[in-house]
């Protein structure tokens, strides 16, 4: 019997770059950060959900291909690994336009949600919201996140602030991981507000966390977070909220010094957590504990950008080293946005962040921060999630910025965005 060469189920055929991180170690750190692969007129095979084959055009001789295997004819177009968004709020009924007047004449986020709006209201329209309602407009999110080649993204509860609303947002993330082609990783924020009935008791509302909302999110949550903020969890109640979110084996992250520097990167350390989130006012001793802890820092500069704030520190984080991602914090408040590819615009030219690191922080080191190894760059093996983007390279891609320049999407092997419009 001759060998049977495997068949090709999805050909990537003359990309004009296929980008990638190159072969471990993972994450990526300081300079490390620099490093990409780039292969011109490159061709990628795909096997079922995976990717078997990555080079020229002779890596198609070691395999079957017939009339069933799909082509993507890809010249003019640069391909990435499918971005992962590591830290979304997607999760969420209604809208804040009316809060965008109120802090551009110069009311600040925090006060607003002291005066029971931010959250609280997203919180107030989410309880109100069936199971059904939240579904259907979180959906229309993913679908756009899929549209700007986001192909991962964790999703956070916290609109709830009740263990049933709590379970609902978990619920609908759950089934909609199942449903829709992103991979969704769920996270349970329960403290991520304080809600009204307990606001002149709030100690009582972290005792409702851990002996009841915890346990009972716990089985359909992978991590746990904190809003670590001051006037809204202090780093006391985090660490007795997440230390015991890991006896439920959830990983942990926390929102850890966006507004005020009450050390919740050194408690992120202390707890080994997979990630610390904005880190704006993260002090020198913060950073230091971080680079000794591993945990990723995962950097926001939409949320910067939205609310008119200082940018994280992000030149010396990487210099720590200190393996730091991107993500959206696409949320209904301070950054109601879906496209990573904005916000990699935005690590260049606020962040000061280098091409190479930015193409690193949305995929390899995005997955790291959600301990997901099987994708995030382009190797055999890995998943076949791809972002395929109308630029001649990934110099072009980080200079154009406000238009989608997604032009397809592979996800598990499968072409779900094509000519920038969702397939089927
Ligand atoms: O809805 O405002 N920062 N949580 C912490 C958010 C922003 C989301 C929101
Ligand atoms: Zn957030």
């Given amino acids: 019997m001759p060998h049977q060469k495997p068949r090709a189920d999805l050909i990537i055929q003359h990309a004009s770059q296929v980008v990638t991180p190159p072969p471990g170690p993972y994450p990526r750190r300081g300079e490390a950060m620099r490093e990409l692969s780039l292969l011109p007129d490159g061709f990628i095979v ?38 992962v968004d590591p830290h979304t709020h997607a999760a969420y009924a209604g ?17 607003i949600l002291a005066a029971g709006g931010g959250i609280l209201d997203t919180v107030r329209k989410t309880r109100e919201a069936s199971y059904q309602e939240l579904k259907e407009v979180t959906r229309r999110r993913l679908d756009t996140m899929l ?53 002149n008791h709030p100690q009582d509302y972290v005792e ?53 520097p009450l050390g919740g990167a050194e408690l992120a350390a202390e707890l080994s957590a997979a990630s610390a989130d904005h880190l704006i006012r993260v002090t020198p001793q913060g950073i230091e504990a971080l680079s000794r802890s591993g945990t990723a820092a995962v950097l926001l500069p939409g949320t910067s950008f939205y609310l008119g704030a200082d940018f994280a520190p992000a030149r010396a984080l990487i ?13 209904p408040g ?44 382009i190797s055999p093996g890995k998943l076949a999630d791809l972002a395929l983007f109308s630029a001649p390279s990934y110099h072009y891609l980080l200079y154009h910025f406000g238009t989608n320049l997604v032009h397809t999407v592979v996800k598990r092997g499968r072409v779900v965005v094509r000519e920038g419009r969702l397939v089927g």
């Avoid at 084959?53 to 499918?82: E, K, M, N």
């Avoid at 992103?182 to 009204?196: E, M």
């Avoid at 949550?221 to 109640?237: L, P, Q, T, Y």
């Avoid at 210099?319 to 949320?331: C, K, M």
């Fill in 46 to 83: 795909i096997c079922g959900e995976e990717i078997a084959a990555v080079g020229d055009s002779s890596i198609l001789s070691g395999f079957t291909v017939d009339a069933d295997t799909q082509a993507v004819d890809a010249r003019g177009l640069t391909v990435l690994p499918g971005l």
């Fill in 95 to 111: 809208s804040r336009e009316k809060e965008l007047s109120l802090k551009l004449s110069g009311v600040p986020y925090l006060e």
């Fill in 147 to 199: 549209l700007y080649g986001t192909t991962t993204a964790e999703v956070k509860s916290g609109y709830g602030l009740d263990t049933e609303t709590e379970l609902k947002q978990l619920k609908v993330i759950s089934d909609l991981n199942r449903e829709h082609p992103l991979d969704l990783i769920p996270t349970f924020l329960g403290a991520h507000a304080v809600p009204p009935e307990y606001r």
């Fill in 208 to 260: 409702l966390v851990l002996k009841e909302m915890l346990p009972a999110c716990a089985p359909l949550s992978r991590f746990a977070d904190v809003f670590c903020e001051k006037g809204v969890f202090s780093v006391e109640d985090s660490r007795r909220i997440l230390s015991r979110a890991k006896d439920f084996g959830l990983g942990v992250r926390i929102h850890a010094e966006e507004m005020e």
């Fill in 319 to 331: 210099q720590a080293p200190v393996p730091v991602a991107l993500a959206t914090d696409a949320n």
């Fill in 334 to 377: 301070s950054c109601p946005t879906e496209s990573l590819p904005l916000i990699m615009n935005l690590a260049l030219l606020k962040l000061k962040m280098a091409p190479e690191e930015i193409i690193n922080a949305v995929t390899v080191n995005a997955a790291y921060s959600l301990f997901l190894f099987d994708r995030g760059i």
